[in-house]
């Protein structure tokens, strides 16, 4: 079931999503070559309890971290320990906060240091497929419609989108309805109303789709080794179009 957020609710998610926004920021600054992930972690979590928050993801389905830490072929889910950053290394971050039972959930891809090319392109195209979504997150809309805009620019630059994870609707809970796929066909799934909170999340590999989950039973990794990215906000659908969330 699909949960309509009334204007009090969007107020608490807010709340919320600006903390994990200025997490995000904070935590690109400490970024950098020499860094362990569980430093990172750690420095999170202090921040966002310092926020009056609480951190959304520390055992969500039994997570052990604060964030989920996914560097270079990690896709999603790393969990933060001894690994060290390295220069030419891409980070990504997935951060969640809870205010008053309310949650907001966004993502980054950081460069550690200088790193190449290829994998800049791949940040870039990664956020700006969030971005050429959410121009379809509007009254009136399908769902898919903000999932096919996503495929067609991330594969109109050599990626692909992977398949196997999503987005999701937010509010009370972390994941709730509907599922949000990064891709699609136009004018398929649910209509978009006023009130609908999403949290999209483009997920893009530089190889193929394919993934595979580690023995940990967390880590969600490229099939073929190459490079993936995250990128991802909570929205609210209102009259005026979509708002983001998670920004400062």
């Not at 200025?22 to 921040?47: H, S």
């Not at 060290?84 to 980070?91: S, T």
């Not at 809870?98 to 907001?104: A, D, E, K, Q, V």
């Not at 050429?132 to 067609?152: M, T, Y």
């Amino acid at each position: 079931m699909i949960v309509i957020k009334s204007d009090n609710d969007i107020i608490y998610m807010k709340q919320a999503g600006k903390v994990v926004a200025m997490t995000l920021e904070k935590v690109r600054e400490v970024i950098k070559p020499g860094v362990t992930t569980a430093y990172i972690d750690n420095f999170a979590e202090q921040f966002i309890l310092g926020q009056n928050a609480i951190p959304a993801f520390k055992g969500l389905y039994g997570f052990p971290a604060t964030l989920c830490i996914s560097i270079n072929e990690e896709v999603v889910h790393g969990i933060p320990g001894d690994r060290i950053l390295n220069e030419g290394d891409i980070v990504s971050i997935d951060c969640g906060a809870m205010i008053n039972g309310f949650y907001s959930d966004a993502a980054r891809t950081y460069p550690v240091g200088t790193v190449s090319k290829e994998a800049r392109k791949l940040i870039d195209v990664t956020q700006e497929s969030f971005f050429k979504g959410i121009e379809n997150a509007r009254i009136g809309k399908r769902l898919e419609d903000i999932s096919h805009a996503i495929q067609v620019y991330v594969e109109k630059h050599g990626f692909s989108i992977v398949r196997d994870y999503v987005g999701h609707g937010i509010g009370r809970a972390m994941h709730e309805d509907p599922q949000v796929p990064n891709y699609g066909r136009p004018g398929r799934g649910v209509r978009l109303v006023k009130g609908m909170c999403l949290a999209i999340e483009p997920m893009v590999n530089m190889g193929g789709y394919q993934v595979k989950t580690l023995s940990d039973e967390w880590t969600v990794v490229t099939a073929d080794g190459s490079l993936s990215a995250h990128y991802e906000n909570t929205i609210v659908i209102l009259d005026k179009g979509p708002e983001i969330l998670t920004v400062i």
